[in-house]
């Protein structure tokens, strides 16, 4: 058993800050990667900003420069510092974890339920 705990999202004004904080617990032998995507409404789920345990980040061309995506190994989580938001950030957010079970060692992802973001005047 897998759990993910999201938090940070809320309500904030076009070129605001927002920080996402993703904590996983449970089952988990070794964390890989760690990554936060995000779906608008009527639109497939995209990836924003994925950080592997070797430091690695990968980001969406539109965040780049905005968007900062960490993490702390030894705590299994991961946060998302979004500064310069802009309308078009508005979306569900979800944490997302590549993980090895430590009961089976077998490879799983796992999605965290979501938080909101939503930016606006």
């Known amino acids: 058993q897998v759990q993910l705990v999201e938090s940070g999202g809320g309500l904030v004004q076009p070129g605001g800050s927002l920080r996402l904080s993703c904590a996983a617990s449970?089952?988990?032998?070794?964390?890989?990667?760690m990554g936060w995507y995000r779906q608008a409404p009527g639109k497939q789920r995209e990836l924003v900003a994925s950080?592997?345990?070797?430091?690695?980040?990968n980001y969406a061309d539109s965040v780049k420069g905005r968007f900062t995506v960490s993490r702390d190994n030894a705590k299994n989580t991961v946060s998302l510092q979004m500064n310069s938001l802009k309308p078009e950030d508005t979306a569900a957010y979800y944490c997302?974890?590549?993980?090895?079970?430590?009961?089976?060692?077998?490879?799983?992802?796992?999605w965290g339920q979501g938080t909101q973001v939503t930016v606006s005047s």
């Open positions: 997302k974890i590549e993980y090895v079970s430590d009961r089976t060692y077998a490879r799983y992802d796992y």
């Open positions: 950080i592997h345990s070797s430091r690695r980040t």
């Open positions: 449970g089952s988990i032998f070794r964390v890989d990667a």
